[in-house]
């Protein structure tokens, strides 16, 4: 026995900062989606075996997994079995539900434990767990009644936010309140659900940028460049490196990522959405515990791709450097897109279209492109913005 496995258990961490899950071990993935997908993609090349546990049979990550369990994220037998036949394991999504978690934790090593989950898996917890980190988020209420309702939105003013407490993504699960007269519509519409209220003072924000940082249960923390972030319909369209504000500004936007990737005692990635106002402002809308769609950059344009920083983190291996190799856009690729793109990707002029502009190409391997369905995206790699966006446009893909 060595020394590490003499000292006492430290129930709140869930993981042993000694321990270091070498390449040749198994990594199991909850979750068989395209973040499961590329992590499997970047372990693979590091050595790494992958199992993964998803319902759809031959979902993105089990085609590249060396196996996949095909069953619901809820079912006790599925998530024994991947625990039997993982040396560690890791989630793609964060809504995971608390009971398989004690389980998996129970059964096998999940050194990102439970804790970040059931914070992040609760806005109001999440806002609580930022604020006490010293890090802004925008003015919030919690929500009880329609009575409470009328009373923040009175005091925060028209426009404000009312969102689900859980559930809710991509802009699913709010409401702009823009008058007082739609504030019973707004509370009946969300309280349906029967959970918790959350109500936001609005921002009126010039930018929304993010940052991903890494942490290691050594102890080793690394941020990645922020992003600039345009969604369309509420869903990320584009993610653009260097974010386009000041030097001072994205230092503090990576401060604050890591003061929260410490004090949550964060192991893996955190995703940290902000908002950046005309003033120079910063605050935190919402965390991801896990690689983010707006950390897809990473992959040509950083020396270690955030898939790659991932599995270092959760393995306990020394994390690569996050610095940025090249300006870079990445724009999503949607399943309206799909057919279009892939016409445009054959013909010599993407590559030539705009000088100086590589375009990567990624497709997660889902056999239905439905409209607004994530199928892929392209990383277009140069160090003038508008070259990428007049890639894009040329294109004709994006309309
Ligand atoms: P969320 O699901 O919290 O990421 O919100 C989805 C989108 O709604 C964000 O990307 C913003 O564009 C917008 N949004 C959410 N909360 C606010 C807020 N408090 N003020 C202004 N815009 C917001």
New binding site residues.
Partial sequence: MNAAENKPKNLARPYDPSKVIPPGATVGVLGGGQLGRMLALAGRAMGYRFVTLDPTPDAPCGQVADRQITAPYHDAAAARQLAELSDVITYEFENVDADVTALLMAQSYVPQGSRLLHTTQHRLREKRAIEAAGVRV?PYRAIASEAELLEAVQAFGTPC?L?TATG????KG?WVIRQLAEVPDAYSTLSRAGGELVL????R?AK?ISVIAARSPRGEVKAFPAAENV?VN?ILHLSIVPARASGQVLAEAERMAVRIAEALDVVGLIAV?M?LTEEGELFV??LAPRPHNSGHYTMEACRTSQFEQHLRAVCNLPLGPAKLLSGVVMVNVLGQHVQPLLEWMVRPESQTAVPGVTAKLHLYGKSEAKDNRKMGHVNLLTDNVQDALDWIERSGVWK
């Fill in positions: 925008a936010v969102k809710g993504y991509d802009g709010q936001e003072q609005f921002v924000f929304e969604h509420n959405e908002f809308n919402e």
